[in-house]
């Protein structure tokens, strides 16, 4: 589990295929690896990922084909947002986040407002249903607060501070970016579905 606050930005060192996934080399940036084991989880972009070595400021992990087929932005020298799981005596500063994405979305927009900047991005129908005005939404696994809805598109502001703490002030028009949905969202849906077929 993850809050959504990004700890720290990394880059991706190294992106070796193996098999039919991946291994990748991060080097963590400013994240401290002091407390991480082996076996620990630790969100990649978004992408809940199980550390399975770790080197002098660096981890590896291991990417499997479908996390490949449903995510984006693991390739060599790309940026990365990084958090720690989530313990239970942290703060929950952002809303749960369980670092499984739901799929990719495309920037559509990415407008300066001020110090700020407007970002708007197209997701799949079957996404965007679990998508709410005032809503929480995971882009690259930084939380956010969804402004407004469009057709198959949501908007959201960017303060300054995530910006600079993320990976996020890096987008543009046709980048594509990993979505996760609200989990309360999904639960919700599962629970009227199963009350209706009672």
């Known amino acids: 589990m993850f809050t959504g606050i990004v700890a720290a930005v ?3 060192r190294s992106f070796d ?5 991946a291994r990748l080399t991060i080097d963590a940036g400013s994240l401290p690896l002091d407390d991480v084991a082996i076996g620990d989880s630790i969100a990649v972009d978004g992408v809940c990922l199980t550390v399975t070595r770790i080197q002098p400021g660096a981890f590896e992990v291991d990417v499997s084909a479908e996390t490949m087929a449903c995510t984006a932005g693991f390739a060599p020298g790309a940026a990365v947002n990084l958090e720690k799981a989530l313990r239970l005596s942290d703060r929950l500063g952002g809303h749960l986040v369980s670092g499984h994405v739901d799929g990719t979305g495309e920037v559509v927009r990415f407008e300066p407002i001020g110090a700020d900047r407007l970002l708007c991005v197209r997701i ?7 998508v709410a005005r005032k809503g ?3 882009v690259n696994g930084v939380s956010l607060t969804v402004n407004e809805i469009g057709d ?3 908007s959201v502001n960017l303060i ?4 600079a703490a993320t990976n996020l ?3 543009a028009p046709g980048k594509s970016v990993n979505i996760e949905v609200d989990m309360v969202a999904r639960y919700i849906e ?4 199963a009350a209706k077929d009672a």
């Open 160 to 163: 300054a501070h995530t910006l």
């Open 17 to 21: 295929l193996s098999g039919l996934g």
């Open 190 to 193: 599962r629970f009227l579905g």
């Open 152 to 154: 198959g598109t949501f």
């Open 169 to 171: 002030g890096a987008l």
């Open 136 to 138: 929480s939404v995971t």
């Open 10 to 12: 990394g880059h991706i």
């Open 124 to 130: 799949a129908p079957e996404l965007a249903r679990y």
